[in-house]
């Protein structure tokens, strides 16, 4: 995971130091915006069963390109369809173990935990609707950027960290098709970004070991970044 968060940091130095180039005096004015993206934001676990308690740093790392799509002359509103990757946590209380060919999960004392978290690995598909205040000579502009996102999990895994064990893996349960709405807003570099799961991080029917069902889905806010 240090390895993974270092290239993307890397990523992002270059890129941000790139979109920091002064703009030449001739410009094209078919030109395209916004098409390789990288966020970094932070995961609230929605709709918790009772005692359930987020711990530790949830995070969420993404980057990707964006095909820019304008729908005017003036180029300033149009269609964003692209391909990306992302990588998501869900710290909390909730301890997940194999037993046989099930999965049990239950709720832990702090006392003894480490840390237990849900971990994903997915390859996403974003759709934007564009407005931005851009022009072929103006590099600093508005964007407001709204659509929903599609994401296919191909690693999900549990992880339990305690005093006396430490359990790791493949979960079942996580759901392969996660999707949700998004919302990315801001000025120049800096950009607000949001995103609302549609649907539960886990399959329907999963169970606390006292019954309670966890239909707990995602909300997350960060940061995201754009270049060319």
């Known amino acids: 995971m240090k390895g993974l968060l270092t290239l993307l940091l890397a990523f992002f130095a270059i890129l941000f130091g790139y979109s920091q180039q002064a703009p030449t005096e001739t410009y094209d004015d078919k030109y395209l915006e916004d098409q390789f993206y990288i966020g970094l934001g932070f995961n609230f676990l929605l709709e918790r ?3 359930v308690a987020q711990r530790n740093l949830s995070y969420n790392l993404q980057a990707g390109f964006i095909k820019d799509i304008p729908l005017n002359a003036s180029r300033n509103f149009g269609l964003g369809l692209g391909i990306g990757y992302a990588t998501n946590s869900y710290y909390s209380n909730i301890g997940a173990r194999q037993v046989g060919e099930d999965i049990v999960y239950e709720i832990l004392d702090s006392e003894g935990l480490k840390r237990s978290k849900f971990e994903t690995h997915a390859l996403e598909v974003p759709l934007e609707i564009r407005w931005r205040t851009s022009t072929p000579a103006d590099y600093k502009f508005w964007r407001i950027y709204a659509g929903a996102k599609v994401g296919y999990v191909f690693s999900g895994r549990s992880r339990l960290v305690t005093d006396d064990e430490t359990i790791g893996f493949s979960n079942d349960d996580i759901r392969k098709i996660q999707y949700g709405l998004m919302f990315n807003f801001g000025y120049n570099t ?12 886990l399959e329907d029917g999963t169970v606390l070991d006292n019954g ?4 707990f889905r995602a909300l997350r806010i960060g940061v995201i970044f754009y270049i060319l």
């Open 49 to 51: 069963p009772m005692d």
């Open 190 to 201: 800096w950009n607000i970004h949001a995103y609302y799961a549609l649907n539960p991080l």
């Open 212 to 215: 309670s069902s966890i239909d």
